[in-house]
């Protein structure tokens, strides 16, 4: 995505200044909400690839609160042929409901609208999956726009305390083998283990820390120029980490998990698990050989992000 805004001919001249935007989701086309932006608004979202409307009940322009994960991500700008509608598609929606006036809303379409603490998420069947590394059975679930893939060892259900690792997607490494990350020998280093010993990887599908592929790529450009891994999200108007770990707590319960031997070094990931009431045993470190390309990035996971490296 490259928009400049100086190659955007929109008429803001009507009477109270305003365009009606149509918010649109990725992946899945839905309408999550129709509001309105002034001229400043459509500056800042696309400064900062955060989506800002203007409230016309309050007044003002809607921002995201630095403590509030309810957050649109720009993906895509269009203006109509007209010059007159503004659509919008973003990833990455928030649970929370947002009014901007009176009939604008978005919501996330999975939730139950009996119960807005439980999400439908659609599950697949069990199948057979024979691998490089053995034979596995796999199960699928539908998130939202995201998809996630529990891999499962023949005897998983057996094993009282199975190991189990939740493995960050990543595109450039898990596909790839890209050097400058540790992911694709972390997955490597699971897959293995399971296969021996028995247990789960969850491939949960939230890429580049949950940013998506395109800001992740544009965060290794920043990269490029001298930033690290946690100050190029930064700058490009994300935390430092933007993943949601509810899915993953879904899936927990659907495999009936009480006691694991968790494989991780990161500490955020032991603290989710420990707040779903699920004992770990033990903690198995992933801990890969490092090259030149990834040392620093893993210096910084360790410093900044507190990672048992």
């Known amino acids: 995505m490259n928009l400049k805004r100086e190659n955007m001919k929109i008429d803001f001249k009507k009477p109270n200044g305003l365009i009606p935007v149509i918010t649109q989701e990725y992946g899945t086309n839905e309408i999550l909400m129709l509001g309105h932006m002034n001229n400043e608004a459509l500056d800042l979202t696309i400064e900062t690839k955060i989506v800002h409307y ?174 690290n891994t946690i100050d190029a999200n930064l700058k490009l108007g994300f935390k430092d980490d933007e993943r949601n770990y509810d899915a993953i707590g879904f899936i927990f319960k659907d495999l009936n998990l009480n006691k694991i031997k968790l494989i991780t070094n990161n500490p955020k990931k032991i603290k989710f698990v420990e707040n779903c009431n699920i004992q770990i045993v033990e903690r198995i470190p992933s801990i890969t050989k490092t090259n030149q390309y990834n040392k620093n990035y893993l210096q910084t996971k360790k410093k900044h992000m507190g990672h048992l490296l």
């Open 54 to 227: 203007f409230s016309r009940s309050k007044n003002k322009i809607w921002k995201k609160e630095e403590n509030n994960r309810d957050i649109q991500k720009l993906i895509d700008l269009k203006v109509n042929s007209n010059l007159d509608t503004i659509l919008v598609v973003v990833e990455q929606i928030t649970n929370n409901i947002c009014n901007t006036d009176k009939k604008s809303y978005f919501s996330r379409s999975y939730l139950d609208k009996k119960n807005e603490n439980k999400k439908i998420i659609i599950q697949s069947k069990s199948a057979n999956l024979p691998t490089k590394y053995g034979k596995f059975n796999v199960k699928a679930y539908k998130d939202g726009c995201q998809e996630h893939l529990a891999i499962m060892s023949k005897d998983f259900c057996d094993i009282d305390i199975p190991l189990v690792r939740v493995h960050s997607e990543c595109l450039t490494g898990d596909s790839v083998g890209s050097l400058k990350c540790d992911c694709n020998s972390q997955l490597d280093l699971a897959l293995q283990l399971i296969s021996k010993e028995g247990g789960l990887v969850i491939y949960h599908r939230q890429e580049g820390r949950n940013i998506g592929l395109v800001n992740k790529i544009n965060a290794y450009n920043l990269q490029d120029q001298g930033y």
